[in-house]
């Protein structure tokens, strides 16, 4: 999940799924939930947890993209 913050304009990664995946399609439940499809044709529905947002905008620079901070690990925060 991206947020983008207009006065930086940036996009900075706070959530993102424990499991690498190749989507093809995916839609929008609700502001918090995303049901999608993967290459090999599994369907999986992902929900973010309560409060990662408001923690992504405690401290907006743990979650800035990998190439600018150097981790390679993903957003500190994984959907359900």
């Given at each position: 999940m991206l947020k983008y913050k207009p006065d930086d304009n940036q996009l900075y990664i706070f959530a993102d799924d424990v499991l690498k995946?190749?989507?093809?399609?995916?839609?929008?439940?609700?502001?918090?939930?995303?049901?999608?499809?993967?290459k090999f044709e599994n369907l999986y529905v992902v929900r973010l947890p309560p409060g990662v947002?408001?923690?992504?905008?405690?401290?907006?620079?743990?979650?800035?993209?990998?190439?600018?901070?150097?981790?390679?690990?993903?957003?500190?925060?994984?959907?359900?």
């Open positions: 995946r190749y989507t093809n399609a995916f839609c929008l439940l609700d502001e918090d939930t995303i049901a999608a499809v993967d947002e408001e923690d992504a905008e405690d401290d907006p620079t743990q979650s800035r993209f990998k190439w600018e901070n150097g981790l390679f690990n993903g957003a500190s925060a994984k959907m359900d």
